[in-house]
């Protein structure tokens, strides 16, 4: 199985930091990784797939990079919405989840 | 729009079974798979398994296998899961989710709202 390890697990942050999570797979998975944001009591939601695409309607502060093990998401401008925790998923084969960073409020 | 909108929370008792349903509409369902991730109380995401809505072929987690189905029904647009043999340790919100593919490769891109299950004696 294909693991994926998040860091950090926590964060905490301003709104208008820049921030950025790693995400490192446990072999290859080419570009074939996603993110998405989960608030409390609700289910995630699609920010990138295939590393840097952003998904529609996804705000621009939002970016992904990376290839083959090692991933990054960037917010380059917190705003208030944007705390939450944020999944890495690989989906080169089958799926498998990061363990989640969770964004908090400095 | 799309939209999956899931069955309601559910308490079973340790060695039940529980099925949870997942309606799906704004799109045409059979041109995309239903995949089932859950997440137990202040955990991740674990990713379940996979049905394609139109062949009705599945692909299951490892650890699951034997205890979890999934099915369709075309004609309601709606997907299930099957989870036998409860445990205590299967407590958690089940979420569907619409697969998105490029070629082999999928993801989820739309979510359900999420179903919980609780099992407790």
């Known amino acids: 199985d294909i693991q994926m390890t998040q860091s950090p697990s926590t964060l905490s942050a301003s709104v208008g930091d820049r921030v950025t999570i790693t995400c490192r797979a446990s072999q290859s998975i080419s570009n074939w990784l996603a993110w998405y944001q989960q608030k409390p009591g609700k289910a995630p939601k699609l920010l990138i797939y295939?590393?840097?695409s952003l998904e529609s309607g996804v705000p621009s502060r939002f970016s992904g990079s990376g290839s083959g093990t090692e991933f990054t998401l960037t917010i380059s401008s917190l705003q208030p919405d944007d705390f939450a925790t944020y999944y890495c998923q690989q989906y080169n084969i089958y799926y498998t989840f990061g363990q989640g960073t969770k964004l908090e409020i400095k | 729009q799309v939209q999956l909108v899931q069955s309601g929370a559910e308490v079973k008792k340790p060695g039940a079974s529980v099925k949870v349903s997942c309606k799906a509409s704004g799109y045409t369902f059979t041109s995309f798979g239903i995949s089932w991730v859950r997440q137990a109380p202040g955990q991740g995401l674990e990713w379940m398994g996979w049905i394609s809505a139109y062949y009705g072929n599945t692909n299951y987690a490892q650890r699951l296998q034997g205890r979890v189905s999934m099915t369709t029904d075309t004609s309601t647009t709606t997907a299930f899961m099957d989870l036998r043999s409860l445990r205590s340790d299967d407590t958690a919100v089940y979420y569907c989710g619409r697969n998105r593919c490029s070629g082999g490769n999928c993801y989820i891109d739309y979510w359900g709202q999420g179903t919980l299950v609780t099992v407790s004696s």
């Open positions: 295939k590393t840097s």
